[in-house]
């Protein structure tokens, strides 16, 4: 038996028995109550809907969202965008109203624009929505800094994955949750792929759609359709060499902090005390003897002030670096550990922020680090192990820096 109203179904519910072989009627319990337009006639079930074809594509430019269902809050289309607004300490959701399978390889895409009004200031993408309190979600805590791939449980919004940078308020940013194989999710924004989580059963079950934690958001450009894998990078081997002046840096991965191209230079800002790194993907390991320079320069700003060249990169806490601590006016050679950033070897020296240094490093012989500026040999560290095993790049511990002309090369 189901219960419409105004069209809409509201209740469902199957009985034991059959619910035919009795009369049919009116009533009330304990209540007066009016009634008109009665009709009892034989229900034919309306046809199936017919299955989804994508891509299915929503920009809002007509006013109304038909393609979505309200789930909770309130939502409404003005200026050509979605707006979500939240019961006050709630959630708001919204989901596309569609029906019929969908491919273990999906993609849903969308503009997200947080406001600063509000109780919080958040906005996602949500897929494998079950109900009020099951579903998966993938974007932005504001307020935290944060971006998150997790999951609404009845015990709350838990996240599987996260990765912190800078993110603001009346800022678009469109965001990208791609679903391989049914259950691994990649969160990408404006382009660059942020997060990655790997769930246990089907993602592709439930309904994608759009929400908030307690927050107003605008939405806009919504994109759900079949996700095809990019082809595999070229391979990159050295020499390696980036001037930055194209306004990318397509040679380097993020590993931690905010990177930036502004100005032809490669711009390095730490979340809160934490570090900034940037990695060269080389698809082979790096020879014996190789060297790796670029220009640095440590900016007046941020917790600490330094600025390094970094090799042999295995983990956010295992690589080696060379470089600047200038607020000590110290050179040095040293190795990144799960504790702290250990000096092996310094040298004094003084050194300024707002001014260009050019640090080149050569290994030779897998283990032998010699650490020259501007021209000038400052001295050289041997390490017990080959610094072969990692990748080579650029980085700050807490400090804001940038970086040019960035170059790798095999020696002989």
Same mark, same amino acid.
């Given at each position: 038996?189901?219960? @419409? #109203?105004?069209?809409?179904?509201?209740?469902?519910?199957?009985?034991?028995?059959?619910?035919?072989?009795?009369?049919?009627?009116?009533?009330?319990?304990?209540?007066?109550?009016?009634? +008109?337009?009665? #009709?009892?006639?034989?229900?034919?079930?309306?046809?199936?809907?017919?299955?989804?074809?994508?891509?299915?594509?929503? %920009?809002?430019?007509?006013?109304?969202?038909?393609?979505?269902?309200?789930?909770?809050?309130?939502?409404?289309?003005? /200026?050509?965008?979605?707006?979500?607004?939240?019961?006050?300490?709630?959630?708001?959701?919204?989901? *596309?109203?569609?029906?019929?399978?969908?491919?273990?390889?999906?993609?849903?895409? $969308?503009?997200?624009?947080?406001?600063?009004?509000?109780?919080?200031? &958040?906005?996602?993408? !949500?897929?494998?929505?079950?109900?009020?309190?099951?579903?998966?979600?993938?974007?932005?805590?504001?307020?935290?800094? @944060?971006?998150?791939?997790?999951? @609404?449980?009845?015990?709350?919004?838990?996240? %599987?994955?996260?990765? &912190?940078?800078?993110?603001?308020?009346?800022?678009?940013?469109?965001?990208?949750?791609?679903?391989? =194989?049914?259950?691994? !999710? /990649?969160? @990408?924004?404006?382009?660059?792929?942020?997060?990655?989580?790997?769930?246990?059963?089907? *993602? /592709?079950?439930?309904?994608?759609?759009?929400?908030?934690? &307690?927050?107003?958001?605008?939405?806009?450009?919504?994109?759900? +359709?079949?996700?095809?894998?990019?082809?595999?990078?070229?391979?990159?081997?050295?020499?390696?060499?980036?001037?930055?002046?194209?306004?990318?840096?397509?040679?380097?991965?993020?590993?931690?902090?905010?990177?930036? #191209?502004?100005?032809?230079?490669?711009?390095?800002?730490?979340?809160?005390?934490?570090? $900034?790194?940037?990695?060269?993907? *080389?698809?082979?390991?790096?020879?014996? %003897?190789?060297?790796?320079?670029?220009?640095?320069? $440590?900016?007046?700003?941020?917790?600490?002030? =330094?600025?390094?060249?970094?090799?042999?990169?295995?983990?956010?806490?295992?690589?080696?670096?060379?470089?600047?601590?200038?607020?000590?006016?110290?050179?040095?050679?040293?190795?990144?550990?799960?504790?702290?950033? !250990?000096?092996?070897?310094?040298? =004094?020296?003084?050194?300024?922020?707002?001014?260009?240094?050019?640090?080149?490093?050569?290994?030779?012989?897998?283990?032998?680090?010699?650490?020259?500026?501007?021209? !000038?040999? *400052?001295?050289?560290?041997?390490?017990?192990?080959?610094? /072969? =095993?990692?990748?080579?790049?650029?980085?700050?511990?807490?400090?804001?820096?940038?970086? %040019?002309?960035?170059?790798?090369?095999?020696?002989?």
């Amino acid at each position: 038996v189901s219960l @419409r #109203v105004g069209g809409v179904e509201m209740v469902t519910h199957s009985f034991a028995d059959s619910a035919t072989d009795g009369a049919v009627g009116i009533g009330a319990r304990a209540a007066t109550t009016q009634f +008109d337009d009665l #009709v009892v006639q034989q229900f034919v079930p309306p046809p199936p809907p017919p299955p989804i074809t994508l891509p299915v594509a929503e %920009d809002f430019d007509d006013g109304v969202a038909d393609l979505f269902a309200v789930q909770s809050g309130t939502w409404d289309v003005a /200026t050509g965008r979605y707006q979500a607004v939240p019961v006050a300490g709630g959630s708001a959701v919204s989901i *596309l109203d569609l029906t019929g399978p969908l491919p273990a390889d999906v993609q849903m895409q $969308a503009t997200l624009h947080a406001q600063s009004a509000g109780f919080q200031q &958040n906005g996602f993408i !949500v897929f494998d929505y079950q109900g009020p309190t099951n579903f998966k979600y993938a974007g932005a805590f504001v307020g935290t800094n @944060r971006w998150a791939i997790g999951q @609404r449980t009845a015990v709350g919004w838990i996240d %599987d994955a996260t990765f &912190n940078q800078t993110i603001n308020t009346g800022q678009d940013y469109a965001l990208e949750v791609a679903i391989e =194989n049914d259950q691994e !999710v /990649t969160l @990408r924004v404006d382009g660059s792929e942020l997060v990655t989580h790997t769930y246990v059963g089907s *993602l /592709t079950d439930g309904d994608f759609g759009l929400a908030t934690r &307690n927050a107003r958001s605008l939405f806009d450009d919504v994109l759900l +359709d079949e996700f095809v894998p990019p082809p595999p990078p070229p391979p990159v081997t050295l020499p390696v060499a980036d001037d930055f002046n194209d306004g990318v840096a397509d040679l380097f991965a993020v590993q931690s902090g905010s990177w930036d #191209v502004t100005g032809g230079r490669y711009h390095a800002s730490p979340i809160a005390a934490s570090d $900034a790194i940037s990695t060269v993907q *080389l698809s082979d390991p790096l020879p014996a %003897d190789f060297q790796v320079q670029a220009i640095v320069q $440590a900016e007046p700003i941020g917790v600490q002030q =330094n600025a390094f060249v970094i090799f042999d990169y295995v983990s956010p806490t295992d690589f080696k670096f060379a470089g600047a601590f200038v607020g000590t006016n110290r050179w040095s050679i040293g190795h990144r550990t799960p504790a702290s950033w !250990v000096k092996d070897v310094t040298f =004094n020296q003084t050194i300024n922020t707002s001014t260009d240094y050019l640090v080149h490093v050569e290994v030779d012989s897998s283990t032998n680090v010699s650490l020259s500026v501007d021209g !000038v040999l *400052l001295g050289s560290y041997t390490f017990a192990d080959p610094l /072969t =095993n990692g990748t080579v790049g650029i980085g700050t511990r807490q400090a804001h820096s940038q970086f %040019d002309d960035f170059q790798g090369a095999a020696i002989g």
